[in-house]
RNA sequence: GCAGCCGUAGCUCAAUUGGAUAGAGCAUCUGACUACGGAUCAGAAGGUUAAAGGUUCAAGUCCUUUCGGCUGCACCA
């Protein structure tokens, strides 16, 4: 099945070949504006530069060449060129009856599937994953659940760090402090205090400061107390972490931290060296990229002077298991715009190792504080992911209270949910992922305007017309468009198949999220303008199907997107 | 100092990657509730896209300069 852009596509260039012109420069988009009917091309003003002629000329060329018969009407030339398509009620018809019997609305799967390894979220051992780690998690979730409906292969990595200088300060606060049962109680918080604590005794007291040194050296030499030691509190942090995954409706296929290329780093180390990759320069091992112009003064270290590794050496690491492992096509990682160096240098020094893969960082902006200053990690003033997640559902339970559907406790509570942690997902994949935002409870949780619940209760509205119909849609009732609102609606439900494949093409949900809404509005629009359960027989059945498949479309799109659809609210 | 990203309505953000008269949401104002669910709809107002130049049929988008902001830049992650 193939979208209206498609196929307007394959006739425009047919019509090109024909006036012996440039197939390659036609492709026919989205309208800008209704005015300018439902879909556009532009091949007429570039190739009317290319060969220096009127492009109006060209277009009505092309016009005398084209065949739209089945589905649009003749185009019109204006403007400087433009030539402005417009659906056939008929071709719309039949288009919608298609997507009414199919599962997948009329998304294509990739002609050419990939595999991806996907690294996101990644949150530290013993310490809370705070408002920071919200973009990267929901981020890396959505583009995965998109990428599988697409057809493509997916490995979803957790890279976590459970590996660091801190914990020569978590073992020695363990050792000297623990209570066991805030440890019980809340793993993390404890872990925390424990860090803090040792970190303010090393202010004033050397010799905690050189304990903690050796503690971490001992467990950095494998001593098996500081070795359980370590491990537990990876697993207690895994553990609380797994609890905001489940909230959020989110999994993971593997877990590697960094830990687990602890002995993978020497040797790739002596490797890097010998093939000479990797030089020493100040008692340091560094790669230098003498052959990139915008890293020739920006080496990468990868081991430091005193034998220790870094980051960039776990990252390289990790970077060969994959590749050697999983045999990906490409891997992307889900981090934050501040660390663009960083990975500009680790896949320079991938190329140059000859990992033949593409890398890719998808970055994103930074939450800002009231200061519109980045909100740093160290700071401790982090607002907790698990306190805005909490909040939310708060927000969502007193509003369904107040004035929602009187549902039984168990099914309120669902809903609270659902509705709560959809306007905090939504309110990060709805705009473009490389703006930096302020932190804002309100706008984090809003539930009006252009938000998940505004979608969901969309959703819920068309389900109300169904229980009331009291019997279900019928696909195969034949769909009329007489209503302009009809008509629009219809053009913007065919438009799903056209939206999803583009999130991929730069890795942006806000594109996905920007078409819900508009069909979310569209359809408003026409549940004012068009009574459904008062109509005649046939139009009825016709406007149930529409309503069917906008509840459909928003409840997969939403799924896409992370976010759940309640049934009511 | 060098490099990267950014500057769009009072506020928060879009803009199909160079397309037509720059669009939404909040907030403000005017209408629509004996309702197929008002978490809604119809409408109004709000702009020299930081500034100046350039490229071309066409620039918020590309190039140059200036101003302002953020981020990064050898032994943290």
Not at 253 to 280: H, M, Q, W
Not at 310 to 331: K, M, N, Q
Not at 469 to 477: G, I, K, T, V, Y
């Amino acid at each position: 099945m193939s979208t209206p852009s498609e196929v307007l596509t394959q006739r425009l260039r047919e019509a090109l070949a024909a006036a012996g012109l440039d197939q390659t420069r036609g492709s026919v988009m989205q309208a800008t504006d209704t005015r300018f009917g439902d879909y556009q091309a532009n091949a007429a003003m570039v190739l009317a530069k290319e060969h220096k002629s009127n492009p109006r000329q060209i277009a009505a060329s092309i016009l005398d060449k084209i065949d739209v018969s089945g589905i649009s009407a003749t185009p019109e030339i204006a403007g400087a060129g433009f030539l402005n398509f417009r659906l056939t009620p008929e071709f719309l018809s039949s288009a919608l009856s298609r997507m009414a019997n199919d599962p997948r609305l009329g998304v294509p799967t990739a002609d050419a599937p990939r595999k991806f390894l996907i690294d996101f979220s990644s949150p530290n051992v013993a310490k809370p994953m705070h408002v920071g780690h919200i973009r990267s998690t929901i981020l890396g979730d959505c583009i995965m659940r998109v990428a599988r409906f697409l057809g493509h292969e997916v490995v979803a990595d957790n890279h976590i760090g459970d590996w660091g200088t801190q914990f020569g300060k978590v073992i020695y606060g363990w050792k000297h402090f623990l209570d066991r049962e805030a440890l019980a109680k809340d793993a993390i918080s404890e872990l925390v205090r424990l860090y803090r604590t040792v970190n303010s005794l090393e202010e004033t007291d050397e010799s905690v400061k050189r304990e903690a040194r050796e503690e971490l050296v001992k467990l950095q030499s494998g001593d098996p107390e500081n070795l359980a030691i370590w491990k537990e509190t990876v697993e207690l942090s895994w553990r609380e972490f797994e609890k905001l995954y489940a909230l959020l409706d989110i999994r993971f296929d593997e877990r590697l931290g960094e830990s687990f290329y602890n002995d993978a780093l020497a040797p790739l180390c002596d490797d890097l060296e010998k093939r000479g990759i990797a030089t020493v320069s100040e008692g340091a091992l560094c790669i230098f990229f003498p052959q990139i112009p915008a890293l020739a003064d920006k080496p990468t270290i990868i081991r430091k002077s005193d034998g220790g590794f870094l980051y960039a050496t776990t990252d390289l690491a990790t970077i060969v298991h994959r590749v050697e492992t999983w045999h990906p096509d490409e891997i992307l990682y889900v981090v934050g715009a501040p660390q663009a160096l960083h990975f500009q240098q680790l896949f320079a020094a991938a190329e140059m190792m000859g990992l033949h893969c593409t890398l890719r960082h998808i970055a994103f902006g930074s939450i800002l504080g009231e200061n519109r200053k980045i909100m740093k990690t160290r700071s401790g003033e982090n607002i907790g992911l698990a306190d805005v997640l909490n909040e939310a559902i708060v927000r969502a339970r007193a509003i369904l209270s107040d004035r929602g559907d009187h549902l039984p406790p168990k099914e309120q509570e669902e809903t609270a949910r659902l509705i709560g942690l959809g306007a905090v997902k939504y309110a990060e994949l709805s705009q473009n992922r490389l703006t930096d935002y302020v932190f804002s409870w309100d706008k984090l949780l809003a539930f009006e305007g252009n938000t998940a619940p505004y979608l969901q209760n969309a959703y819920v509205r068309i389900q109300s017309i169904f229980r009331k119909a009291e019997c279900p849609p019928d696909p195969s009732a034949p769909v009329t468009l007489t209503d302009p609102a009809e008509r629009a609606l219809a053009v913007k439900l065919l438009q799903y198949a056209e939206t999803v494949p583009a999130i991929l093409d730069d890795f942006r949900p806000n594109l996905l999220a920007n078409y819900l809404y508009e069909l979310a509005n569209t359809y408003h629009s026409f549940y004012e303008a068009c009574p459904v359960l008062k109509s005649e027989p046939d139009v009825r059945a016709s406007r149930l199907v529409l309503c069917d498949l906008t509840a459909r479309t928003l409840s997969h799109g939403l799924g896409l997107l992370g976010i759940r659809c309640p049934s009511r609210m």
